[in-house]
């Protein structure tokens, strides 16, 4: 097996994904864009996306890191206008795309037209939320963004399987449609359900962070795969699972958290970045698959259905965003009043990724009966390439404009540092109280110089918060918080390049230097996040 296909994979989408961090430009757009031409340099090789590995490998991680970012409290509260996004909207999709191939594409059978509108469905918010996060957005449609990202992949998967069934012969009705999405859904959300709670038990009861973290990223690996045995949707396994255990991240040791925190960075970084990478070296293969006579009608047929999709999504949002609330009583009591703005904003970020491309990719090459070719497969390909190419880049390029112009209001920082200060107040208090307690109890006796540092430890976390909202220094800019922090890593910085000196100086052996660093780098880290 020849690696250094993948290694230049890896190596060079996270180069790519680096630079863009210095640019204007968006990662997952840049990374497309150097796909596609890189894709037809002399000597690269061809990266065919297997849906074998795209869908039970790269898919399960991905929804993993997203949905333990998320938030479960905040999700519940949007739990109706995300249901009909991730639930609603695909389906709706899926049949306007398809009966408008139907129309549209001499002798596309609507089985197969069907299939390519499962295909083409389920938006790739995570592409959206990356292309928005420099301009900001509001916490509510992020939230619903989020949502639908973590849930519209199971939708359209169960439906691209039923019209696959139809198209390649399998006799699939109707009712059975309904039958196999019900099962589906509710498998894989059981599945999540019995997972979740052992899980958990192990992640708290694991005493090693190596040990644990390893069992943090083999979880959503086995959800997925379990909830896939029992003809499940392994997408809603993944994400039930990973909502629980985020939402109960601070029940497991703080090592744990501080080494878990920094591998699913590190995982998420990679393999979104290999993944838009890919989406644009795919190019070849697709141009590989039509005759000589298509392209012209192809790019015809390519300009109509990215029309289609853009336009199916407004049709849906705007109706789903607005018409529950004038025919609810209930929706207008519990819900916040919805801008035409926000809907706008949820419209356009439409934008299509590479779980469209892998499952159309999953697409036989013959139907059941007789071995006959699948209905112009090569066709739906090109279809769907230039759907997720023409929606990263004509919305992805166009969203971060639209979100400035709209002046969508943003986040208050001076609101959320007074929250957090309040909330620093409240626990310090909390603790002030039971450290009194504790050394009031003999085994506890501490010296004073001890007692009191625990009392300052306190103080200073209190105070860190509420001095960030007070006045900065004319000269640096600096709050008093802020000069605190840098002059305490330049302390940290100071006392490392004497260990190593010592350990240079066989004063100390490179196990106890580790030892020293490890213990400064957690001082550093702790001091980075207070900043942060």
Request: no cysteine.
């Amino acid at each position: 097996m020849d690696v250094m296909p993948l290694l230049l994979l890896v190596a060079g989408s996270a180069a790519i994904a680096a630079a863009a961090r210095r640019t204007p430009v968006p990662a997952p757009l840049l990374l497309v864009a150097v796909g596609l031409m890189v894709s037809y340099l002399p000597g690269v090789p061809d990266y065919t996306l297997d849906p074998d590995i795209v869908l039970p490998l790269l898919l399960p991680p991905l929804l993993y890191t997203s949905a333990t970012d998320s938030s479960y409290l905040d999700l519940r509260a949007q739990l109706r206008p995300v249901a009909l996004l991730s639930v609603g909207y695909v389906l709706f999709a899926t049949f306007v795309v398809g009966w408008a191939v139907y129309r549209i594409v001499p002798g596309m059978p609507l089985t197969a037209a069907l299939v390519l509108g499962a295909v083409v469905a389920p938006p790739d918010a995570v592409a959206a939320t990356a292309v928005a996060r420099r301009v900001g957005l509001p916490s509510r449609i992020t939230t619903v963004l989020q949502g639908e990202s973590l849930l519209n992949d199971a939708t359209a998967i169960t439906a691209y399987k039923v019209a696959l069934a139809a198209a390649v012969g399998e006799g699939a009705t109707w009712a059975g449609g309904v039958g196999e999405f019900l099962v589906a859904a509710v498998g894989g959300v059981g599945v999540g359900l019995v997972l979740m709670a052992p899980l958990h038990w192990l992640r708290t009861h694991l005493t090693e962070p190596l040990i644990q973290n390893t069992l943090s990223l083999l979880i959503p690996f086995v959800a997925y795969a379990v909830a896939e045995q029992f003809h499940a949707s392994g997408v809603l396994a993944v994400v039930v699972v990973a909502l629980y255990l985020g939402h109960r991240a601070w029940e497991v040791d703080f090592a744990t958290r501080l080494q878990e925190e920094a591998v699913w960075k590190m995982v998420a970084f990679v393999l979104e970045s290999a993944v838009f990478a890919l989406i644009g070296l795919q190019l070849p293969v697709v141009l590989r698959g039509l005759g000589a006579g298509e392209g012209a009608d192809a790019a015809w047929y390519a300009v109509v259905l990215f029309l289609v999709v853009v336009a199916a999504r407004f049709v849906w949002v705007y109706p789903a965003t607005f018409l529950p609330r004038l025919l609810s009583a209930r929706v207008r009591e519990r819900e916040e009043n919805p801008t035409w703005k926000g809907a706008m904003i949820t419209s356009w970020a439409g934008m299509r990724g590479v779980v469209s491309l892998a499952i159309a990719f999953s697409i036989p090459m013959t139907v059941h009966h007789g071995g006959a070719p699948f209905p112009q497969r090569n066709l739906i390909l090109f279809l769907t390439f230039t759907t997720v190419i023409g929606t990263l880049v004509v919305q992805g390029l166009t969203l971060p404009p639209l979100i400035r112009l709209l002046k969508l209001p943003e986040p208050d920082p001076q609101a959320a540092t007074l929250a957090e200060a309040n909330a620093q107040a409240q626990a310090s208090r909390a603790a002030e109280r039971h450290l009194e307690e504790l050394l009031a109890d003999e085994r506890n006796a501490l010296p004073p110089p001890l007692a009191d540092r625990l009392r300052m430890v306190l103080e200073r976390r209190r105070n860190a918060v509420w001095e960030r909202l007070g006045q900065v220094n004319p000269i640096t800019g600096e709050t008093v918080d802020d000069t605190y922090r840098r002059l305490s890593r330049k302390m940290i910085g100071t006392e490392r390049e004497v260990f190593v000196k010592l350990r240079d100086g066989r004063y100390i052996d490179d196990e106890m230097l580790r030892t020293l660093l490890r213990r400064l780098d957690l001082e550093e880290a702790a001091a980075y996040r207070e900043a942060a």
